[in-house]
């Protein structure tokens, strides 16, 4: 659950930042892409370059170093952020939250973040049991911080009892549980997805397509399906089968799939354009086989309809998605269409990495939205991609609505 995710860990001034070493190690040996921020009190205790060494990431401890000049950096960290994570958590921390301060660069990332923030407060059993720090620890709670609570035991003070800052393990368990995709994530959405290839007659025996297999597509809708849509998927020909309750239509041509497209999309809430279509088609299809002849054979080929612009065109509330398999300049092509399509985001992928092209199991992809946020999701199964992709969408989605 945490393979690609990408985790602000932020560390506060605490003996048990000791502990936050090792969960760094383990969040990032588990796929995680964790930068780390560090308050001044906590590098009397670890050094920056010791997260640095387990993150293999720039460590942050200055709201004024800024490493790139056309990046606001706490900004850019809290739009970055799938989860804020500060373990430990003092109580001055938890204070400074509370009271909406903002003095340093963790402090500053926790008000501009809109990732969910994870507590795990480690401190005297005493400080923690203070009405204040309750207090703070109930207003935050209210306002929707989840917190990871301290394990009881011998604490570095010299006393027993509550305030040991929560075992890495049980922390990574907690996050795995709480990122894992809700089952009722899109529960009464609406879902529009199409997969798989067009093919594009020349004779009854030949046909132009291409090496789309429909298995992203096909994931998309299981993940769709399994966040409780109501998907439609609307695939071209495939060998592939449906385990959830998808209401499947099947298609042959680039045509057919764009009147499909076009007379479902009306009612959807959120519509993913999968599908490989045929930009190209024979102007002319023979009724009967054509026949070998000597020398060379030239097919003249006529455009076949934009279904990704026309829905473009057409959007009111729906919420668009494209895909883009590219070769070449990946990233501004993407954005390029983003723009011309009218697209709320894309899912572009470089199908000349391996792993990535047609027909196989597993894809990396980016997934890029209208305001510029570039995701990276890195080598996974299909499905892992299809679920991630569902949550990035529903994210954005929601931002939107706000």
Known sequence: MLKNKNIVLGVTG???????????SKLTQKGANVRVVMTESATQFVTPLTFQALSRNP???????????HKIAHIDLADWADVVLLAPTTANMIGK??????DDMLSTILLATQAPVYIAPAMNVHMYQHPAVIQNMQKLDEWGYKFIEPGSGYLACGYVGKGRL????????VLEKDLHVPERLLQGLKVLISAGPTRESIDPIRFFTNHSSGKM????????????ADVTLIT????LT??????????????????????HFPKQDIVIKSAAVADYRPTVTYKQKMKKQDGNLSIEMERTNDILKELGRRKQNQFLVGFAAETENVLSYAKKKIE???LDAIVVNDVTQSGAGFASDTNQVTYLNRSGMEKQLDLASKQDIAAEVIRLIVQDRTKGEH
Do not use: H, W
């Open 97 to 102: 939250i509370a009271g909406g301060l903002a």
């Open 59 to 69: 460590v942050y401890t200055d709201t004024f170093d800024e490493k790139d000049p």
């Open 14 to 24: 605490g003996i048990a930042a000791y502990k936050a070493c090792a969960l760094t």
């Open 242 to 263: 449906t385990d959830k309750p998808i209401n499947r239509i099947d298609v042959n041509t680039a045509e057919e799939m764009y009147q499909a497209m076009l007379a």
């Open 166 to 173: 929560e075992e890495p393990e049980t922390i990574i368990t």
């Open 236 to 239: 071209g020909p495939v060998s």
């Open 217 to 228: 597509g096909f994931a998309l809708a299981e993940a769709a399906a399994t966040a409780g």
């Open 340 to 342: 011309q399509k009218n």
